[in-house]
C-alpha cells in the first residue's frame, strides 16, 4: 500500500507561481512512477507532467511545457509541482498520484484557483 498526502495550492492571481507537494508514505519504495494529473469542472481528469523515480526522467503535457516543472526529493520520498505563469485554464484539482508494479495510487486532491 502507498500512501500520497498532497500540499500546496489555493488561490492565485493569472501570472503568479504555485509549488504543489505530494509525499510518499507506506511501500513508497515499489513506485516506479509519480506523477500529477488535473480535473476541471466539466472536464475529464488530464495528465499535467510525470517523474520516473529512478532515473528522473519526466513528462510533460504540452499546456504546461516551459510553465511548469515537476521534480522529486528521493530522500524525503516527495514529489514537487512547481507552477509559474499560471493561467485561469490552469484552475482545477489537481492530483498526485503514484505507479506501483501491482496498482495505481492517487491522492486526495488538492484545489488550485487561478484568478484572471
Known amino acids: 500500500q502507498v500512501q500520497l498526502a498532497e500540499s500546496g495550492g489555493g488561490l492565485v492571481q493569472a501570472g503568479g507561481s504555485q509549488r504543489l507537494s505530494c509525499a510518499a508514505s507506506g511501500s513508497f519504495f515499489s513506485i516506479d512512477r509519480m506523477g500529477w494529473y488535473r480535473q476541471a469542472p466539466g472536464k475529464q481528469r488530464e495528465l499535467v507532467a510525470t517523474?520516473?523515480?529512478?532515473?528522473?526522467?519526466?513528462n510533460y503535457a504540452d499546456s504546461v511545457k516551459g510553465r511548469f516543472t515537476i521534480s522529486r526529493d528521493v530522500a524525503k520520498n516527495t514529489v514537487y509541482l512547481q507552477m509559474n505563469s499560471l493561467e485561469p485554464e490552469d484552475t482545477g484539482v489537481y492530483y498526485c498520484n503514484a505507479v506501483t508494479p501491482w496498482a495505481i495510487y492517487w491522492g486526495q486532491g488538492t484545489q488550485v484557483t487561478v484568478s484572471s
Open positions: 517523474v520516473i523515480t529512478n532515473g528522473g526522467s519526466t
